[in-house]
């Protein structure tokens, strides 16, 4: 894709813009307009192209060996505009067996469909972070406010250990004598008086 002078002089401005945010004049903003609409219509065209080629060069394919020629010319042309060959283009060229501008192709598609299986496959094992809705779910005030909550799980409470009552005193059988207490056998001792008590008392 190529730029005239005045589109790169649009986008020039347009990058310094994105660089540096200031207010544009009205005539700045629709050059704007006017060459992303310019960049979207050369999209569109280069991918009604690419759809074109393709769809020539699996009609070649099909007529193979016949058109040989043609559909190797057609396959350059895919291979240079970025085109990732397939299964499909492995068989065909090898049933060119012998043909040295199909054998080149072949051991170019070859590489390039391997490099194309490497990339498919060192992509699936990179870890990819968590989706942006999945981080706003646990974010207080999300979806995971609303879910119920598992109750916590409480302990047990223990036993309480069976209180085992005091054994009484077993009552005298009648007719025995019951057993004197200590302080009934021991009375207790009285204090002697002190001496001014004595000498008033004699």
Same mark, same amino acid.
């Given at each position: 894709? %190529?730029? &005239?002078?005045? @589109? =790169?002089?649009?986008?020039?401005? /347009? ?5 540096? $945010? #200031?207010? *544009? ?42 058109? %040989?020629? &043609?559909?190797? @010319? =057609?396959?350059?042309?895919?291979? /240079? ?5 397939? $299964? #499909?283009? *492995? ?42 809705? %999945? ?64 000498? %008033?008392?004699?």
């Amino acid at each position: 894709m %190529a730029f &005239s002078a005045d @589109e =790169l002089r649009v986008l020039r401005r /347009a990058l310094a813009v994105a660089l540096h $945010p #200031a207010p *544009l004049p009205d005539e700045d903003v629709q050059d704007c307009l006017r060459l992303a609409e310019s960049l979207d219509e050369a999209s569109r065209e280069a991918g009604r192209l690419r759809a074109f080629l393709l769809a020539d060069l699996a009609r070649y394919r099909d007529a193979l060996p016949g058109s %040989a020629a &043609s559909y190797l @010319e =057609l396959l350059q042309d895919a291979l /240079a505009a970025g085109y990732d060959p397939g $299964p #499909a283009e *492995l068989a065909a060229l090898r049933t060119l067996d012998g043909h040295p501008v199909g054998m080149a192709l072949l051991a170019r598609c070859e590489t390039l469909a391997e490099r194309s299986v490497r990339q498919r496959l060192a992509r699936g094992r990179t870890p990819t972070a968590p989706a942006p809705r %999945a981080r706003l779910l646990a974010l207080p005030g999300g979806r995971a406010a609303d879910e119920p909550r598992p109750k916590p799980q409480t302990k047990p409470k223990p036993a309480p250990e069976p209180v085992h009552p005091q054994p009484k005193t077993p009552a005298p059988a009648p007719g025995e004598r019951p057993v004197p207490k200590p302080s009934e056998v021991f009375p207790p001792r009285r204090r002697p008086a002190p001496p001014s008590a004595q000498r %008033a008392a004699g």
